[in-house]
């Protein structure tokens, strides 16, 4: 029954995009709630199936081995279940993440509250719009760069959950989903600050008409896009479109592509002809401090772990949330 709800589940996390390939297909997915990654694994795909790539033969069935999701659960949940290889994250380059993000601030255009860092978002004078970790991936990252953001300075777990405590509990706004958060902070005109993915910057300032500004703090963490092969794929000798299309991702070509649609990407290169896009920034892995998402999840953001813990919705958080449900 478990195993039942979970592979239904997983529909709503992950949609595959395909994109022409002559007679075939080639298969690229959705990562999260992130229109940037739907936009780049398009686009990859039909680059993709221009190359001069000779594969004899590939069924309909091989074409549609690839698949990604937003978060290493996902795909450390197939491979319990047997679905994708067990050692799927050492099949690729960077942990099987072709590309990443990671968590920036949006402050209003002069930046008026000077917020400079985590610590600037739990300042009494700083009214912040931030998503529930509990309901969405953007929440989630949110929580772990500032826990993290306290860990990386010196503090104890202790001292990070004081920190993630006070700014929930201080949040202006604590939006049960992404688009909640946006709709708050650039069109309703909440709070000073939004907490939000760097690929979905350039979406958020086209709401707000481009009066916004991004922060970058001293250090956040790593949102890495994962991918990974059918496990009964990746066991052959001749994987085939399958491997090729997810080795693609890693060139140069894709790379562009992925910085084009503001995902970072891995390549050193690609990434210093995008410097003026993506600014340095110290980046730690979700491993370094909670282990693995599923970890995390199962610690801080399940009912009865650590984020319901330490926080407690106010009432005028839960007025603020029904009024941007109502105006949007």
Known sequence: MTQRVWLKGL??????LLSSWGGAQVVG??????????????????AFARRDVRLAGPSQ????????????????????LGVVAANWEQQFPH??????????FLVRQGDPRAVRDWSDLVRQDVGVVIANPKSCNNGRYAYMGAWG?????????????????TLYRQAAVVAKVERE??????????????????????AIEQ??????????????????????????VAGTALPGVTRAWLEYLYT???????????????????????ADQFKPIEMFGVAKYFGSLERAQKLHFANGGEFDRIYRPTPAQLAAGEQVRAAF
């Open 181 to 202: 958060a946006v709709n708050a902070f650039a069109r309703a005109g909440m709070g000073d600050v939004l907490v939000a993915f760097e690929s979905d910057v350039p």
């Open 11 to 16: 529909a709503g996390v992950a949609a595959l």
């Open 29 to 46: 997915s959705v990562n999260g709630s992130a229109a940037a990654a739907r936009a780049f694994y398009s686009d990859a795909g039909v």
């Open 61 to 80: 069935a091989e074409l549609s081995q690839g698949i990604s999701f937003s978060t290493t659960t996902n795909l450390q949940k197939l491979a319990e």
């Open 149 to 165: 953001s306290v860990r990386e300075n010196g503090g104890s777990d202790a001292q990070a959950a004081d920190f993630v405590g």
């Open 252 to 274: 140069d070509e894709a790379q562009e592509i992925a910085a084009r649609h503001h995902l970072r990407p891995r390549s050193a290169a690609v990434l210093a002809r995008h």
């Open 95 to 104: 942990d099987a993440a072709p590309t990443l993000s990671t968590v920036v």
């Open 207 to 232: 709401v707000a008409g481009g009066a916004l500004e991004v922060v970058y703090p001293s250090v956040s963490v790593a949102a890495e896009n994962t991918v990974a092969m059918a496990a009964h």
